[in-house]
């Protein structure tokens, strides 16, 4: 897989962003999707996943009610929906790919784009 995320910028408080994550080559159908996230100084931490069917979706408590993870599998691309934008949601934000079901942890995801960057300021 070569994933490739886009949607980034930068934005005010309170405002949104829609983040893709597209594979340029393979399908997407059979992978899981995470969207991790890592802002300067601090750890990587997981933000939102979905599953390869798309029946089932995770979020971090830290955006719940704000972010919106869903995928349209006949394009290829996962897609992340941010509402409601903090500056604590400044980060570069990456997709991640693992087989067919989400993990907890970001080692069990095999695949990783570069990130694109998300910044939120007045």
């Known amino acids: 897989l070569q994933l490739v995320e886009s949607g980034g910028g930068l934005v005010q408080p309170g405002g949104s962003l829609r983040l893709s994550c597209v594979d340029s080559g393979f399908t997407l159908d059979y992978y899981a999707i995470g969207w991790f996230r890592q802002a300067p100084g601090k750890e990587r931490e997981g933000v939102s996943c979905?599953?390869?069917?798309?029946?089932?979706?995770n979020y971090a408590d830290s955006v719940k009610g704000r972010f919106s993870i869903s995928r349209d599998n006949a394009k290829n691309t996962v897609y992340l929906q941010m509402n409601s934008l903090k500056p604590e949601d400044t980060a570069v934000y990456y997709c991640a790919a693992t087989d067919r079901l989400c993990k907890k942890f970001s080692d069990e995801y095999d695949y990783w784009g570069q990130g694109t960057q998300v910044t939120v300021s007045s």
């Open positions: 979905i599953s390869s069917s798309g029946d089932s979706t």
